[in-house]
C-alpha cells in the first residue's frame, strides 16, 4: 500500500475511532414506575397476584437485577413459567456503529395521559377490524366508526385528511410514502428472486374471528407465565396478505429482518438504480461485489439488525420498561368491572366505544389478543420489530435511488390467491423510498394490530433504528477504500447525506 492510501486509510479509522468514544447521552423515563409502583410497569412472566398485580417482592428483584446487571442478580429474578426474553442484551457493545446504551429515546406516553388513552383506543379499533380487508376499510361500517371515535380523541397523533382520521388513513403510518398507495407496501405483494427459485408470497393462514386471552382467567395465566397452546396455522390455505390479521400471522413468525431481506433481493432483481453515491454508479470499468455491491448490501441490511435488536433492549429493561398493551387491558377491565379502582387511568380509555363494543363481542374489557400467548416476554418500549424495520429500511434507503418508481404495483385479488395490477390513485408514484418507508410501517404496525404493541413503540423505535443504521453507514464510508456517499430521506422528511 503507498503512503498516500495509508494516510488516508488512518485518518478513516481515527475518524471511526473518534465517534466511537461520544459520550452516552441522558436515558430519562416517564416516571410512572415510582409514581404507581408495580401498576404502570412491565412485569410479565414474573408472579401476580389474584387482581393481576405484580408481586413487590418479584418486581423489586428484577429492579435490581436492571440496576446491577449482574448475570447472577437476572438468574435470582423468579419466572417460573415462559423464560423472560434476553434482558442483558441491552448491556453489549460494538466495534461498528453505536453500542447499545447510545441512542436514547424519549420517554413513553404515561398511563394517566391523553396520548397513552388514545394509543389504547387504537389497539381496541385494531382489534375489532381484524378481519376486514384493508382495501374494504373504505366501505366498512367499522372502521369509519373507528376513524370517526379516534378523530375525536384529545391526543390522537396519526395521519389525517382534511385535520380527521378517515378510512383511507386509519391505521397508517407516518411517512407521505404510508399514505399513497394500497394499505401494504409493494415489497409485501411482489414475487422475491432468490438465485433460481422465485418466491411468491402466499402465506399461511389462522381461523378468522379467533381472538385470545379475553377472559380474566386466562389473561392472568398468561401473565403469570404460563405456557399456552400454540395458534393452529393453516399451510395449506395460503394467501397474499388481505387483513389486519393476516399482518398480524406474519409478524408472528417472520425473521426479523425477513421483509427486508425479500425488499433488497426484488430491487436487485429490477435492476433497481443506486444511490448517485455509490462509486461505481458511474464506473467506466468496474462494479462493486464485495464493497458497494450486490453482497455488501445483503450482509449489510442483515447485520444492522442485531445492532438495532441490542438498542432496543437497553430501552426496554434498562429505562423505560413499559407495561405491554394486553397488561393495561387488565387494568381497563379491573377498573371497569370493578375488582380495583384505577382513578389515575385517563377517561378517554374507559369511555371509548372501542371498549364498550369490546365488551359487547366478548364479554369482558381486556383487549384481545391475536395470539394465544399474547406479547412475548420483553417490555414493550420500543418495539423490537420496528428497530429492526428503522435500521434495515434505512440502509435499503440509503443504498438505492428513493426516487425510482417501481414499476406494475400489484394487489391481491378478492380471494387473495392471485395478484392483479394496481390501478388506483398514486399507481404512478409508488417510489422506492415511500413504499421503504411504507414497509417498515407495515411491519411494526402489525405487532400492534395483534395487541402486543403501541403506536409510539413503532413511530419512535424506527427512529431509535434509523440512528443505529446512520451510525453503521457512518463507519462503512469512514473505513471503505473507495470515495463514497449515502443519500436518503429520513423518517421525519429530511434529507441527509453520509
Known amino acids: 500500500m503507498n503512503d498516500r492510501c495509508a494516510l488516508a486509510r488512518a485518518s478513516r479509522l481515527a475518524a471511526a475511532d473518534v465517534l466511537t468514544r461520544q459520550p452516552w447521552p441522558d436515558h430519562v423515563s416517564n416516571g410512572e414506575e415510582g409514581d404507581y409502583p408495580f401498576i404502570a410497569s412491565y412485569s410479565k412472566g414474573l408472579p401476580h397476584d389474584d387482581t393481576g398485580e405484580v408481586v413487590p417482592e418479584a418486581y423489586n428483584a428484577l429492579l435490581r437485577a436492571v440496576t446491577t446487571g449482574s448475570p447472577e442478580d437476572f438468574e435470582r429474578v423468579p419466572a417460573p413459567g415462559r423464560k423472560l426474553v434476553n434482558p442483558q442484551s441491552g448491556l453489549a457493545f460494538d466495534a461498528q456503529g453505536p453500542d447499545a446504551q447510545s441512542t436514547p429515546m424519549p420517554p413513553a406516553p404515561r398511563l394517566d395521559s391523553a396520548r397513552h388513552s388514545a394509543e389504547m383506543v387504537e389497539l381496541y379499533w385494531m382489534a375489532l377490524c381484524r378481519d376486514v380487508p384493508f382495501d374494504e376499510f373504505d366501505t366498512s361500517a367499522l372502521a369509519d366508526q373507528a376513524a370517526t371515535e379516534l378523530s375525536s380523541l384529545s391526543d390522537y397523533r396519526a395521519p389525517r385528511q382534511g385535520g380527521r382520521i378517515t378510512p383511507a388513513t386509519l391505521f397508517r403510518g407516518d411517512t407521505r410514502g404510508d399514505l399513497r398507495g394500497p394499505y401494504l407496501s409493494q415489497f409485501l405483494y411482489r414475487d422475491i428472486p432468490y438465485g433460481t427459485l422465485l418466491v411468491t408470497q402466499k402465506h399461511d393462514t389462522v381461523r378468522a374471528d379467533r381472538d385470545f386471552m379475553t377472559g380474566f382467567a386466562e389473561w392472568l395465566a398468561v401473565q403469570r407465565g404460563t405456557a399456552v397452546t400454540p395458534i393452529k396455522r393453516d399451510h395449506k390455505r395460503r394467501r397474499h396478505l388481505r387483513t389486519p390479521r393476516d399482518l398480524a400471522n406474519y409478524v408472528h413468525f417472520d425473521a426479523l429482518y425477513e421483509a427486508y431481506l425479500n425488499a433488497a433481493l426484488i430491487l436487485t432483481g429490477l435492476d433497481a438504480p443506486v444511490d448517485n453515491g455509490n462509486p461505481y454508479r458511474h464506473s467506466a470499468n468496474q462494479e462493486g461485489f464485495g464493497t458497494y455491491g450486490a453482497p455488501h448490501l445483503l450482509t449489510l441490511v442483515t447485520e444492522v439488525a442485531t445492532r438495532a435488536l441490542k438498542a432496543a433492549w437497553f430501552q426496554k429493561w434498562f429505562v423505560h420498561r413499559r407495561m405491554r398493551p394486553e397488561a393495561f387491558g387488565g387494568r381497563v377491565h379491573a377498573h371497569l368491572s370493578g375488582l380495583r379502582d384505577y382513578g389515575m387511568i385517563d ?152
Not at 380509555?349 to 364479554?363: I, N, P, Q, R, W
Not at 418508481?405 to 385479488?413: E, I, M, Q, S
Not at 380471494?415 to 409508488?430: F, N, Q, W
Not at 451510525?471 to 456517499?485: I, N, P, T
Open 347 to 498: 377517561a378517554e380509555v374507559l369511555d371509548s366505544a372501542a371498549v364498550k363494543l369490546t365488551h359487547e363481542k366478548f364479554g369482558s374489557f381486556l383487549l384481545p389478543q391475536a395470539f394465544p400467548e399474547g406479547s412475548p416476554l420483553h417490555p414493550a418500549y420500543g418495539s423490537g420489530h420496528a428497530t429492526v424495520a428503522g435500521a434495515c429500511v434505512t440502509v435499503l434507503k440509503a443504498w438505492f435511488d428513493e426516487s425510482w418508481v417501481l414499476p406494475d404495483p400489484v394487489v391481491p385479488d378478492a380471494s387473495g390467491t392471485s395478484l392483479v395490477p394496481y390501478e388506483g390513485p398514486d399507481a404512478d408514484r409508488l417510489t422506492v423510498g415511500g413504499e421503504l418507508d411504507k414497509v417498515a410501517a407495515n411491519i411494526a404496525s402489525g405487532r400492534n394490530m395483534a395487541g402486543v404493541h403501541w403506536r409510539t413503540d413503532y413511530s419512535e423505535a424506527v427512529l431509535l433504528g434509523e440512528a443505529v443504521a446512520i451510525g453503521v453507514l457512518r463507519d462503512q464510508v469512514r473505513v471503505g477504500h473507495e470515495a463514497a456517499s449515502f443519500g436518503l430521506t429520513r423518517f421525519d422528511g429530511r434529507r441527509m447525506t453520509i
